[in-house]
C-alpha cells in the first residue's frame, strides 16, 4: 500500500454537476486536458441517478440549481452509505461567509467561488483527490491490520495447523464477506494438493459442494487450487462460467451451489507453499486494487503463522511421543511400571471423591523360568508378547489399563468396576491365555502357557492407602499359585460394595 497517490490523480472520474452550459462546457475542456474523466448532469435529480450507476471519485457541485439546489443533492449523497464518502467541491457566485459555512457543515470538503481561475480548480481537485486516497489507503490499512489481529487472534486459540487454516477461512469469510472457504495443503511428498477444511455460509447446496471438495485432490497446475498453487500469485475469477475448465470436475457442483467468484491465496513462506486457500462468492465480483492488496497482506503475514502454527504440531507431536515411549514397555507395547504407577494413583485419588469401586487385576505366567530356559529367551519374549494382545482384548475398556508390571507379571487397572464384574474380566483372560495354546512342554499344569490370577477389588476412602489394594492382589496372585497355579483367586475383605463369594469358591 506505499502507493504515490498521485498516480490516481490522471485516472479520476469527476462529476460535474451545473445547470448553466457555458460553465459545464468550461469545466469538462479544463478537466479532459489534464486528463480527468469527465461526467456531467445538468440537474440535481440527475446527477443523483447518475451516482447510482457508476460512483465518481469526486463531485463538482453547483449550488444554485431550479430542481434541486447543490445543498440538498449533497444532504441526500451523504445521507448514502454507497455515497457519503465521495469528495464534494462545491462552486457557487455566492460568496458570503454563510454559504460556506453551510457547504462544509453538510459534508463539502472545499468551496469555489465564481468566477474562478483554470488554475485554482485544478489545484483544488488534486488536493482533494490526494486527500481522499490518503483516507482510502487509510481505511484500507485497519482493515487489514484489523483482520489480521482479528486472525491472529484466532489461530493463537487453535490446536494445531488445521485449526488454524479453518480459524483463518472463519475470520476472513465473515469479516471480507464470502459465502465458502477451503483450505488445501500439500501432501508430504509434494505431489499434489489434499483437502484440508472448509468453512461455509448457509447458502443451499453448500454443504454438498463441499462433500465433494472433501473427496478431491489436485496435482501441482490441476484445477483452481493446483493453478494457484503454481503460479505462487493470488489469482481472482469474476465469472466461473468464463473460465469452467479451471473448475475441474467441480464445474457443475458449483454451478449447482450459484457460485460465481472465486479467488484462491497460496500461503508462501521461503519460495515453499504451505496452503492454499480458496473462496466462493455467489455473485460475480470483479477485482479491485485495494482487495488484493488487502489478500496479500493476509497471505504474507499468514505465512508466518501457519509455519509456527506447524511447528508447534510437530514439537507437540515429539513431545507426545516422547512421552508415550517414557510410559511404554518395549518389548510388549503395553504401558510400563512407571505409567502403571502414576496412573493407579490418578484413579485412586478420583475413586476417594467419586466413592466408586477401584479393581486391580495382577496376573503372570505360570512356570516362566523353566519355559524360558527350554525354548530360550526369544521365544519367551515372543510369548509374552503374544500374552500381552490376548491381554488387552481381554480387558479393552476405554478406562482400563494393563500394564507389564515386571519380568513375566502384568497388572490391570479397572476404573469403576465392582468386583463381580472383575471377576469376570479375569476369567476371560486366563481363557484367552489359554486359547493362544502356546506349547509349554515344562509346566507342570498344562502342557500349554497359562497364568495365575489375583483380582483386588475397593471403594478407596481418604484413610486407606493405594499400596493395599496392590498388596491385597499380590497376596491373592500367590495363593492362586499356592492353590495350583492356572486360576484366579480373590483377595478377601477386598470390596466394600459388594461380594461373590460363590465365584471366588468356584474358581479358587
Known amino acids: 500500500m506505499n502507493q504515490d497517490p498521485s498516480i490516481f490523480l490522471g485516472k479520476a472520474n469527476i462529476l460535474v454537476v451545473d445547470d448553466t452550459p457555458a ?38 457541485l453547483d449550488v444554485k440549481m431550479p430542481d434541486l439546489n447543490g445543498y440538498q443533492v449533497c444532504r441526500q449523497l451523504k445521507a448514502q452509505p454507497s455515497t457519503r464518502d465521495i469528495p464534494v467541491i462545491f462552486m457557487s457566485a455566492l460568496d458570503d461567509a454563510l454559504d460556506k459555512v453551510t457547504a462544509f457543515t453538510l459534508g463539502g470538503v472545499d468551496y469555489i467561488t465564481k468566477p474562478f481561475e483554470s ?57 471480507i464477506g464470502w459465502d465458502f472457504g477451503e483450505a488445501w495443503m500439500p501432501n508430504s511428498e509434494a505431489t ?60 457443475l ?58 511447528a508447534e504440531d510437530a514439537l507437540r507431536q515429539a513431545n507426545w511421543e516422547l512421552e ?3 510410559n511404554l514397555d ?19 485419588q478420583s475413586h476417594c471423591c467419586d466413592r466408586q469401586p477401584l479393581s486391580i487385576i495382577l496376573f503372570d505366567v505360570d512356570y516362566f523360568k523353566p519355559y524360558n530356559d527350554f525354548y530360550g529367551h526369544q521365544a519367551g519374549d515372543e510369548c509374552l508378547q503374544q500374552l500381552s494382545i490376548a491381554a488387552r482384548q481381554a480387558i479393552n475398556q476405554p478406562a482400563d489399563l494393563v500394564a507389564r508390571y515386571g519380568g513375566e507379571e502384568f497388572v490391570a487397572v479397572l476404573p469403576n ?40 477389588s475397593s471403594v478407596p476412602l481418604d484413610t486407606d492407602l493405594p499400596d493395599t489394594l496392590i498388596a491385597a492382589a499380590d497376596r491373592a496372585l500367590y495363593q492362586a499359585k499356592e492353590q495350583g497355579r492356572d486360576r484366579l483367586v480373590l483377595a478377601p475383605q477386598s470390596d466394600r460394595v459388594s461380594r461373590s463369594p460363590s465365584l471366588h469358591s468356584q474358581n479358587s
Not at 462546457?25 to 469527465?38: A, H, P, W
Not at 484500507?140 to 494445531?160: H, K, P
Not at 462468492?281 to 502454527?309: C, N, V, Y
Open 23 to 60: 460553465n459545464i462546457t468550461l469545466l469538462t475542456q479544463i478537466l479532459s486536458n489534464q486528463g480527468y474523466k469527465v461526467r456531467v448532469a445538468p440537474s440535481g435529480k440527475l446527477a443523483l441517478k447518475s451516482v447510482q450507476f457508476v460512483v465518481p471519485d469526486l463531485i463538482l
Open 119 to 175: 488554475i485554482e480548480v485544478i489545484a483544488r481537485i488534486e488536493n482533494q483527490l490526494r486527500l481522499h486516497e490518503f483516507q482510502l489507503q487509510l481505511q484500507a490499512q485497519n482493515a487489514q491490520l484489523q483482520l489480521l489481529l482479528a486472525t491472529a487472534q484466532a489461530i493463537s486459540e487453535t490446536a494445531d495447523a488445521e485449526e488454524a487454516l479453518l480459524a483463518i477461512l472463519s475470520t476472513v469469510c465473515q469479516t
Open 192 to 251: 499434489h494438493l489434499e483437502y484440508c477444511c472448509a468453512w461455509r455460509t448457509d447458502l443451499p447446496n453448500l454443504l454438498e459442494f463441499q462433500h465433494q471438495s472433501e473427496s478431491l485432490h489436485f496435482a501441482y497446475a490441476q484445477g483452481f487450487p493446483g493453478w494457484v498453487w503454481a503460479s505462487q500469485q493470488i489469482e481472482w475469477i469474476a465469472d466461473l462460467a468464463e473460465q469452467p475448465c479451471l473448475m475441474n470436475i467441480r464445474s
Open 253 to 310: 457442483a458449483a454451478e449447482q451451489a450459484s457460485l460465481k467468484s472465486v479467488l484462491g491465496v497460496p500461503i508462501v513462506l521461503d519460495g515453499q507453499v504451505l496452503a492454499v486457500l480458496v473462496f466462493f462468492h455467489h455473485q460475480e465480483l470483479a477485482p479491485d486494487e485495494r482487495s488484493l492488496q488487502l489478500f496479500k497482506a493476509i497471505a504474507t503475514q499468514l505465512g508466518s503463522m501457519i509455519q509456527r502454527k506447524k
Open 324 to 326: 508415550r515411549l517414557a
Open 330 to 348: 518395549g518389548l510388549t507395547q503395553l504401558a510400563n511400571r512407571r505409567r502403571f504407577d502414576v496412573y493407579f494413583r490418578q484413579q485412586w
Open 417 to 456: 468396576t465392582p468386583v463381580t464384574q472383575a471377576l469376570e474380566i479375569a476369567e476371560q483372560l486366563r481363557q484367552a491365555v489359554q486359547q493362544l495354546r502356546i506349547p509349554h512342554r515344562t509346566s507342570q499344569v498344562n502342557e500349554f502357557v497359562t497364568v495365575s490370577i489375583g483380582v483386588a
